[in-house]
C-alpha cells in the first residue's frame, strides 16, 4: 500500500463495542496508523479503546466535538491530553473564549505531565449538512484565530481554504469513499485521491472499510 496514503488516513471507529473496534484496530494495523474514536464508540467503552490503539503502536483522532462553556471543555481538553491522544476536535461555532480556554488547556496540561499536546481540529460545518464556501472560510478563520492547528472540512472546500487562508493549518476530511460509492449521508464526499489533490493533510474513511466483506482488500483497493 502506498507509504505516503497510509499516513494520512484514518479509520472512523464508528462500531458499537470494544470487541469490534479491536477487530478493525487489528487487521488494518500497520496499514492505517490513525484510529477515529468518536460519540458512539467513546460511549460504549470509553478510554479503553484509546489504550488497546495504544499498545497496538497506534494513534488516536478523538472525534468528540466538543462544545459546551469554557470551563466545561478545557477540563475534558485537559483529561484528553492525559490520554495522549493525537488529535481532537471542538465545534468553532462554540466561540473564541471557549477555544482559547481549550488551547490553553492543551498546552499547560502537555507541559504538565511531559507528553506533546494534541493537535486540535476545529469542526467547521458538518458534512451531512449543506454549506456555503464563505461561511466555511468564516469559521475556519474564526477558529486558526483562536490557536486552532487546523480544521475539518471536505474536499470541495479544501483547495478554496489552502489558497483563501495565508498561513500554515492542517484540513482533516472526512466522507472519503472509493469511485462510484454511495454517499450515505454524507452531503460532501470525495475519493481519496480528489482530496489529497485538493490539499487535505488526513482523509477519514468509514462505512467503506467497515461494511467490507474484506476490509483490508477494501482498504488497498482505495
Known amino acids: 500500500m502506498n507509504h505516503k496514503l497510509s499516513s494520512k488516513l484514518i479509520l472512523a471507529l464508528d462500531v458499537d463495542s470494544l470487541s469490534k473496534a479491536k477487530y478493525f484496530i487489528s487487521t488494518l494495523y500497520p496499514y ?21 490503539v495504544s499498545q497496538k ?12 462553556i469554557p470551563n466545561t471543555v478545557a477540563q475534558a ?17 462554540g466561540g ?15 507541559a504538565k505531565i511531559k507528553v506533546k499536546p494534541p493537535l486540535l481540529i476545529g469542526v467547521t ?23 486552532l492547528d487546523g480544521v475539518v472540512c471536505s474536499a470541495r472546500e479544501t483547495a478554496f481554504l489552502k489558497t483563501s487562508i495565508k498561513r500554515k493549518f492542517i484540513i482533516v476530511t472526512p466522507g472519503i469513499r472509493p469511485g462510484g460509492a454511495s454517499a450515505d449521508d454524507q452531503k460532501r464526499t470525495a475519493t481519496a485521491a480528489e482530496a489529497l489533490e485538493s490539499g487535505s493533510d488526513f482523509l477519514v474513511i468509514g462505512r467503506p472499510i467497515l461494511q467490507a466483506p474484506d476490509p483490508l482488500k477494501a482498504l488497498k483497493e482505495l
Open 32 to 52: 492505517i496508523k490513525i484510529f477515529k474514536v468518536g460519540l458512539q464508540l467513546f460511549t460504549a467503552c470509553g478510554p479503553k479503546v484509546i489504550d488497546f
Open 57 to 68: 503502536g497506534g494513534e488516536v483522532f478523538l472525534d468528540l466535538k466538543l462544545f459546551d
Open 77 to 93: 481538553v485537559r483529561q484528553a491530553v492525559r490520554l495522549k491522544v493525537k488529535m481532537l476536535t471542538l465545534h468553532i461555532s
Open 96 to 110: 473564541s473564549e471557549m477555544l482559547k480556554a481549550a488551547v490553553a488547556a492543551a498546552k499547560d496540561e502537555a
Open 125 to 147: 460545518v458538518l458534512t451531512s449538512q449543506k454549506a456555503e464556501p464563505g461561511e466555511i472560510l468564516k469559521l475556519a478563520n474564526a477558529g486558526l484565530d483562536c490557536g
